[in-house]
Antibody
């Protein structure tokens, strides 16, 4: 059974960089059929897709966050990571790592596996 | 990119059926068959319930069904059960450069 697990600091200071890692178990991140991504959810609010990465390093990104987001993948550790720079209180959210399909399949448009989520608070 | 529009809340009694709507535009919901629905219980990660408008992943109860008409997609839950009480989010592919957008979520209360 595929499992995703987020890890990283739960508290980040304003203007600093938020860094999270997702460890994938029960399957290979080097699958040619899937992308790996991040979705966030501010407390009491809805979901926002952030960015996704393929094992080769190619990415899909959300234009509203693109300039602040960097994703990377480490196939040797079966992990992928998120960095979000210049954070503000508005970036306080539960961050989920997710899996979705790769183009051209329609599976690219929905997220079938999710991590449990990790709360990141931006505060001084 | 604006979020898809969902009602903030819906309610129903056990055994009844309810429908949650998700309204977008011709650039997302109305233009493509790539609408999905997620169920989220408090403190838990969302769970995929419907994909490509009306398909259920393996293991999801057939009490959950999806449909679409024009720019509005719908999730129907029949034979409501207490365990269905949760937040529900719709999502759609969008022809903007964003991959997908989500609705604001609907809180389902089972009376």
């Amino acid at each position: 059974q595929l499992q995703l697990q987020e890890s990283g600091p739960g508290l980040v200071k304003p203007s600093e960089t938020l860094s999270l890692t997702c460890t994938v178990s029960g399957g290979s991140i080097s699958s040619n059929s899937h992308y790996w991504g991040w979705i966030r959810q501010p407390p009491g609010k809805g979901l926002e897709w952030i960015e996704s990465i393929y094992y080769s390093g190619s990415t899909y990104n959300n234009p509203s966050l693109k300039s602040r987001v960097t994703m990377s993948v480490d196939t040797s550790k079966n992990q992928f990571s998120l960095k979000l720079s210049s954070v503000t209180a508005a970036d306080t959210a539960v961050y989920y790592c997710v899996r979705h399909g790769a183009a051209p399949a329609p599976t690219q448009y929905y997220f079938d596996y999710w991590g449990q989520g990790t709360l990141v608070t931006v505060s001084s | 990119q604006s979020a898809l529009t969902q009602p903030a809340s819906v309610s129903g009694s056990p055994g009844q059926s309810i429908t949650i709507s998700c309204t977008g535009t011709s650039s997302d919901v109305g233009g493509y068959k790539y609408v999905s629905w997620y169920q989220q219980h408090p403190g838990k990660a969302p769970k995929l319930m419907i994909y490509e408008v009306s398909n259920r992943p393996s293991g999801v109860s057939n009490r959950f069904s999806g449909s679409k008409s024009g720019n509005t997609a719908s999730l129907t839950i029949s034979g409501l059960q207490a365990e269905d009480e949760a937040d529900y989010y719709c999502s759609s592919y969008t022809s903007s450069s964003t991959l997908v957008i989500f609705g604001g979520g609907t809180k389902l209360t089972v009376l």
